[in-house]
């Protein structure tokens, strides 16, 4: 796994936890985890 990658895992499994235990909105998530795109970041996810 490259650094890269593992970052990438990192944030998505703190997405998936602020989207389970908060009203936070995803693009509010994403901008959380570091995306400046919600798009992006949805399409990652």
Avoid: P
Wanted: proline share 0%; charged share 20%.
């Amino acid at each position: 796994m490259t650094i890269t990658e593992y970052i990438q895992q990192r944030r998505m499994a703190l997405a998936e936890q602020l989207l389970m235990t908060t009203q936070l909105e995803i693009k509010e998530v994403a901008i959380a985890v570091g995306y400046t795109s919600h798009s992006r970041f949805s399409s990652l996810f």
